[in-house]
Structure formats: structure tokens, C-alpha cells
């Protein structure tokens, strides 16, 4: 049985593939296809969504995971699909460059990154697939595709956030930077000061984002400048006692706290808030981007117009508190450039993103509906790895290019070899 992180999703497919590179890619898709099969893949299962699920052929890419070439010149990289973020951000260390943003958990395959739209914050910035220079893909009828911004540049802006849809994505050309040092900052904010001057947050650093637990009215806030300076390492024993036993073991156990006695989260969540000082860590970028996640959640998460940003979180902060759902989560605000991948949730549109969790294990259900419909009212756009319950029906008016990714599908997979019941309900059958 295939099981994704947070144990929300399981299936138990008919047969697990593995294979070891392109041309034995195409030999599983034609097999599946010759036997009325359906085929999903499937990365490191960081995504909350119904997106691998099936009870046809589930194909990992887990031995399709190493770096092809580095161009140091073009400052471009190809690599297999399987590779997961943090081998990648090693092994671009190892020649002198990195990625220029990140999300916050790099355990995910550079594949699943990009289909389901994986982003960082910063608002000069774009989300991984705008980092996509080329792609190497598989379609349901076995053909091998190749594109890029020259290249059949319509499947190119299809492919980088497909959903797994199009095709098996097998190799990926990234557009790197040089490798830099990140000053990170980490500090407590009223939480009404930081909103009303969000604008200028924003600007005034590369990277800003913030965290907002419900009850309390302190923003913990994350910048994060680029610097000179040379990297400066914590020790192992202080990253341990910061990223693991703070970050990760105290809040799990305010977590199983609140998930025992809900009337106790508004006073937890107060209690955390106070807790968090002033941090500051000079070091390599992808490290301050990225930090371990043991404590399980489900998430749920959508890309609004920035101006939207205030009425949103206002509006869900007055929904918890009206209605007393048990919360012991904080709400992650980031923000994002708009891209031209025909899928993106920031397809045209610089966006802030509001990202809502609950505790693996406590109802999570009315809290993500109750988001939804704030956001529906905004032209909102769930983040494809995350839980939503958006339909073919309600999406296609929220993605101006929607038509034109259904034509691209249409080309790749006639006759939906990659299809399972998430993707019939999201994209139609």
C-alpha cells in the first residue's frame, strides 16, 4: 500500500514500477496503456492532495533521482525528475550555484515541486516551475517530448505545472544563480502593525513571510536578505535544540496538548507566540530557505491578489474566533511573482499566499471550507498539492488560459492514461 506524508492518502495499486530512466518509462507507459491500465507517479508524497492515487500502475520515479550536467558557463542544470530538493541544493552547491528561492520543506522530488506549482516567497520572485528552462516528457501514447521557451513552447507552459496530467515528466533543465548567503532573521510582530505595513515588508527584503497563530495577536515574522558575508554554520548541537527540539518536538507536544483538550489551544497558541524570541542565522541560501517538518498536518493553501491579503486573514482570524474551531496551527502568509505557466496559481497575477494546517488527527474540514469560500470570493487559486475542494466545474473561470492546458492534455494523453479520480474531478474526465 502506497501511503502519502501526512496518512491522509493510500491506495493499493495493481502493480509499482521503478524504472531507471527514459526508455524504460516509455516501455511502462505502453505496457499500462496495452493492458487498459491507468499509470500515476509518484515522488516523495509530499503532496496532501488525490493526485498519485490508483489502482492501475503507480510509478515511482525514486531510481530516476541523479544531476546529468551542469553548465557552470550558462549557469543551467539537467537533472532526473526523482532527484529530491535538498540532494539538489547539495549537489548545486558542490559546483557554486543554488536555486534563487525555495519553499520551506525541500523533501519533495523536483518533479512533484514543480507539477503541483511549489513556490517560496518573495516578491520579486517566482515559483520553482518559472525556474524551468526545459523538460523531458513521456506522453500517454509513449512518445518522448521534448520542450522549452523555444521548443513547442505551448506544451513547455503546460508541462511545468501539469498535475502529472500531460505525461511522465523524466528529465528537468533549471536555470540556477551563483551560489549565495542568506542573512535570515526571525522575529516577533504585532500582527496588525505587520498587515497594515505589508507593502513595505515586502519591498524592503528579498524574501519576507510571516505566521499568524489564531487567538493570538503577534505575527512571527521570517526575513531573509541577501548578504556578503560568508556563510556562518550553527553548531550542530544549537541547529539541533532551534530546528528539532523547539521547531518541532515542543510544538508537537502543544499540538497533542490542544488536540486532547481544545478549550486549552487559545491559551497554547498565546503561550507559543510569547515563547519565540529574536533569531538571526547567517548561511548558505537553501538552508535558511528550507527547515525540517516532524510534526504531521494537513494543509491547505491559496494564491489571492496581495490586495486581497488583509480581507482574507481578517476574515478567517474573525471565522475561528466566531465560531470557535479548534486551531492549533499558525496560518503561513508568503507572497510571490506572477509566471506564464498556463496552470500556475500565479499565472498573471503577483499573489500573496495563505496557507491554513491543522494537526494531523483533528477535523480539519469546516476550517478549509470556511477559507475556501473567503478566498472563492477573491478569485482564489488552491495550490495543487494542497487540500481543496475545488471542481472542473468551479475552476476553469479562475485560469484565463484553462482552454489552452485542456488542448495541451488533449495532444499528450487522448486517452487519459494518466488519469485517476482526483484529475477527473479537477480537470474533468
Known amino acids: 500500500m502506497w501511503e502519502n506524508w501526512s496518512g491522509e492518502q493510500r491506495c493499493t495499486p495493481a502493480r509499482v514500477a521503478e524504472p531507471d530512466g527514459i526508455e524504460a518509462v516509455v516501455a511502462e507507459v505502453e505496457t499500462a496503456r496495452a493492458a487498459g491500465q491507468t499509470l500515476r507517479p509518484a515522488g516523495s508524497g509530499h503532496s496532501f492532495t488525490g493526485l498519485v492515487p490508483t489502482d492501475g500502475v503507480l510509478l515511482s520515479l525514486g531510481r530516476m533521482d541523479r544531476v546529468l550536467n551542469v553548465n557552470r558557463e550558462t549557469r543551467r542544470v539537467r537533472v532526473q525528475a526523482g532527484i529530491p530538493l535538498h540532494r539538489l541544493n547539495d549537489e548545486l552547491a558542490a559546483h557554486g550555484l543554488a536555486l534563487e528561492n ?5 523533501r519533495q522530488t523536483i518533479a512533484g515541486a514543480i507539477a503541483t506549482g511549489t513556490h517560496g516567497t518573495g516578491a520579486g520572485y517566482g515559483n520553482l516551475p518559472s525556474l524551468v528552462e526545459g523538460l523531458t516528457l513521456v506522453t500517454g501514447t509513449g512518445d518522448v517530448l521534448q520542450c522549452s521557451r523555444e521548443e513547442d513552447p505551448e506544451l513547455w507552459r503546460a508541462a511545468r505545472v501539469s498535475l502529472g496530467a500531460l505525461g511522465i515528466v523524466c528529465e528537468v533543465e533549471l536555470r540556477c544563480v551563483e551560489a549565495f548567503t542568506l542573512h535570515g532573521v526571525d522575529a516577533p510582530a504585532p500582527l496588525e502593525t505587520t498587515v497594515a505595513s505589508i507593502d513595505e515588508l515586502i519591498a524592503g527584503a528579498e524574501h519576507f513571510e510571516f505566521y499568524a497563530f489564531p487567538h493570538a495577536g503577534t505575527a512571527l515574522t521570517r526575513t531573509n536578505r541577501r548578504t556578503a558575508a560568508p556563510p556562518v554554520p550553527r553548531p550542530a548541537w544549537k541547529a539541533w535544540a532551534s530546528d528539532i527540539l523547539l521547531t518541532n518536538h515542543v510544538f508537537r507536544a502543544a499540538c497533542a496538548v490542544g488536540k486532547a483538550r481544545p478549550a486549552l489551544i487559545p ?9 519565540v524570541g529574536h533569531e538571526e542565522r547567517v548561511d548558505r541560501s537553501d538552508r535558511i530557505f528550507t527547515s525540517p517538518r516532524l510534526v504531521r498536518f494537513v494543509e ?5 491578489p496581495r490586495a486581497a491579503l488583509p480581507d482574507v486573514l481578517a476574515r478567517t482570524r474573525a471565522w475561528i474566533e466566531e465560531t470557535g474551531f479548534a486551531v492549533n496551527f499558525p496560518m503561513e502568509v508568503r507572497f510571490g511573482a506572477g509566471d506564464d505557466a498556463l496552470l500556475s496559481p500565479a499565472f498573471e497575477r503577483d499573489s500573496a499566499y495563505l496557507a491554513v494546517h491543522v494537526y494531523r ?17 477573491h478569485a482564489g487559486r488552491p495550490h495543487w498539492g494542497k487540500l481543496h475542494f475545488q471542481t472542473a466545474e468551479t475552476l476553469p473561470s479562475r485560469y484565463p488560459a484553462w482552454d489552452r492546458f485542456a488542448a495541451v492534455r488533449e495532444r499528450c494523453d487522448p486517452d487519459r ?4 479520480a482526483h484529475l477527473d474531478r479537477i480537470l474533468g474526465a
Open 267 to 275: 491559551q497554547v497558541n498565546r503561550a507559543l507566540t510569547r515563547a
Open 417 to 420: 492514461v494518466f488519469a485517476n
Open 102 to 106: 525555495l519553499g520551506d520543506i525541500d
Open 300 to 304: 491547505m493553501e491559496y494564491a489571492v
Open 361 to 377: 488527527g483533528m477535523p480539519w474540514e469546516p476550517y478549509f471550507r470556511a477559507v475556501e469560500a473567503i478566498c472563492d470570493e
